[in-house]
Structure formats: structure tokens, C-alpha cells
């Protein structure tokens, strides 16, 4: 089944934005994943960073919550309305996830606040490292034209 959001709120765009951010992230290797100790578990900053860079996708820092927190914006034109596309999304399964803000009676966006300004503890290294794992994967993506879009809703 699909749902209402799937069919009605997000466009074309926007579920195959969602399909390759969820792709891209799912071929990440995490350090941190085997030894919860490790000073290399990937944080949503870095991450976010990595996949804006592949997809092209403007991110923004600020808070979810009381939480220090860094999404995905779904469009680039001014005056385009944004929906925000959280690629590790906070106490939430699945980790990517497509957030309608454009509704007013649809609070839940109201959680991601923007921030003042840019981080300055961005690890750019690990950044650069993201988006390397990433790229042949989106090559991939590209040539075979998403054929898992439509599928979930």
C-alpha cells in the first residue's frame, strides 16, 4: 500500500531523493558500528554534509529538539518550499527520512530549529571519506535510473 504522504504530499523528486539518500547511507561503513567506544562513530553533521554533496543538497545545522542536529533541504530555488530530508534521523527507525514542512497542522517539522550559524567541529576528512564511499554508488544509482523508487510508500 502506499501511503497518503507517498501518493499526495512528497513529489516525484523528493521520494527519489529519499530512495538514493537511503541507498547511500546504507553503503556506509561505520567505524564505530563494531566497538561503541570508538572516537569514529559518524555523526549526523558529517553525514548530512557527505550526501548533500552527492545528491546536491543544501544542509542545515542547527537543533532537533534540545538535540544539536544537521539536516537536508529538498529544494535550492528561493521560494521553493522546503521539506526536509534527515539522512540520520534522531531516535528514529528507518534512519532516512522524509519530513513534510510544509503544513501547518503537521507539527513534527516544528522539532528541526536552524541554527545561527555553521558548526565549526566539522571533521572534513570524514566528510571527504563519505562522499567517496559514496560516489560509485550513486553512479550506480544513475545508470540503472532507480528502479527501487515506488516501491515503499
Known amino acids: 500500500m502506499k501511503s497518503y504522504s507517498a501518493l499526495h504530499i512528497f513529489n ?3 521520494r527519489i531523493l529519499l530512495a538514493r539518500a537511503a541507498r547511500l547511507v546504507r553503503k556506509v561503513k561505520d567505524p564505530g558500528a563494531e566497538n561503541k567506544e570508538s572516537p569514529d ?3 549526523c553533521h558529517e553525514l548530512a554534509r557527505a550526501v548533500g554533496k552527492v545528491l546536491d543538497l543544501r ?5 532537533f529538539g534540545f538535540i544539536d542536529h544537521t539536516w537536508l533541504l529538498t529544494f535550492q530555488k528561493t521560494g521553493d518550499k522546503d521539506n526536509i530530508l534527515d539522512v540520520y534521523a534522531v531516535g528514529s527507525l528507518p534512519m532516512v527520512i522524509l519530513v513534510n514542512a510544509s503544513y ?3 507539527s513534527h517539522h516544528k522539532l528541526y530549529t536552524p541554527g545561527r550559524r555553521p558548526r565549526s567541529d566539522i571533521k ?3 566528510v571527504d571519506s563519505l562522499v567517496e ?3 560509485s554508488e550513486y553512479q550506480h544509482l544513475t545508470k540503472i535510473g532507480d528502479k527501487s523508487i515506488g516501491r515503499e510508500g
Request: aromatic content about 4%.
Open 104 to 106: 501547518l497542522t503537521l
Open 124 to 126: 572534513q576528512d570524514v
Open 12 to 14: 516525484d523528486r523528493e
Open 133 to 135: 564511499q559514496m560516489l
Open 41 to 43: 562513530i559518524i555523526r
Open 59 to 63: 544542509y542545515i545545522d542547527g537543533k
